[in-house]
């Protein structure tokens, strides 16, 4: 005779040994930067059947990621952390996460997705298969066609230098995502054929190469702390941006982090320049 007190002790065992969730969700999602945080939350909309297991540690938006476990920074994922969260699929930045990281999860047979975005092409094209990957294909249509439409507004055409963050002279080449969006807009990058990617170059080179716009990316919405990088620039009355008083913020949010609201830093530049 069967004995239904140890089938249920047995189903307990089973039952309370599976991590929380993991027996309602079909996926079960990691992203290892903020920009993919954004775009896991952005196709997971609706969709029941997925759930966001884990994050990279600076993944702030949306809300929601406050109730989220977080993973490690994506400079450094914590490949124990996500190996105790059971995903199915892990999200990786071609250019944001370390090389070896793909290599430990395919080792451990941890299905992953790799995310391009040295330039347009290949940002559009991984919304693309993201999307698809994700269930939520049209979603993925939808973002890339307001994208390719949004560029078909050409800003008028002036030499710009972008201050990748405060309190740091770092900028942008051509070969970079902000880059090639710059180009895109009609914007002329003072750095774009710099042969690293992210040059940090000197007051002198900023001052012969003459922006008509020097935009910085801020991390702050506070006046009193945007005031104070543009008040950096105000000894450089050579520069004509300093002299015109074109020096513009974005947030860095939406233009550093390449995600789905790129289309938000796009209309930003818009209207700011």
Not at 192 to 213: F, G, N, V
Not at 235 to 242: E, G, H, T, W
């Amino acid at each position: 005779m069967v004995n239904l007190k140890n089938i249920f002790i047995l189903f307990c065992i089973i039952f309370f040994s599976i991590p929380h969730g993991i027996a309602k969700c079909e996926k079960r999602i990691i992203s290892l930067t903020p920009a993919l945080t954004e775009f896991a939350f952005y196709f997971n909309q609706n969709l029941k059947s997925t759930c966001i297991v884990g994050i990279s540690t600076f993944s702030d938006y949306p809300k929601a990621t406050k109730k989220i476990k977080k993973v490690g920074a994506y400079p450094s994922p914590n490949l124990e952390k996500i190996v105790k969260l059971h995903p199915t699929l892990v999200l990786i930045a071609k250019d944001g996460n370390p090389k070896n990281i793909a290599e430990d999860l395919k080792r451990i047979n941890i299905p992953f997705f790799i995310f391009k975005d040295r330039n347009l092409e290949e940002f559009i094209s991984s919304i693309l298969n993201l999307g698809e990957i994700l269930n939520n294909k049209e979603k993925a249509l939808n973002l890339t066609r307001d994208i390719n439409k949004s560029l078909n507004h050409q800003l008028k055409s002036r030499k710009i230098y972008y201050q990748l963050s405060e309190g740091s002279l770092t900028t942008i080449s051509g070969e970079t995502l902000i880059g090639d969006l710059f180009k895109k807009l009609g914007l002329k990058n003072i750095f774009e054929e710099s042969k690293i990617q992210y040059p940090t170059p000197s007051i002198e080179e900023i001052i012969r190469k003459d922006p008509e716009i020097i935009l910085f990316s801020s991390f702050s919405k506070k006046l009193k702390d945007i005031k104070i990088n543009i008040e950096f620039w105000s000894p450089y009355k050579k520069i004509s941006a300093v002299k015109n008083k074109k020096i513009i913020a974005i947030d860095s949010n939406l233009l550093n982090r390449p995600g789905p609201r790129i289309l938000n830093a796009i209309h930003e530049l818009e209207s700011n320049l």
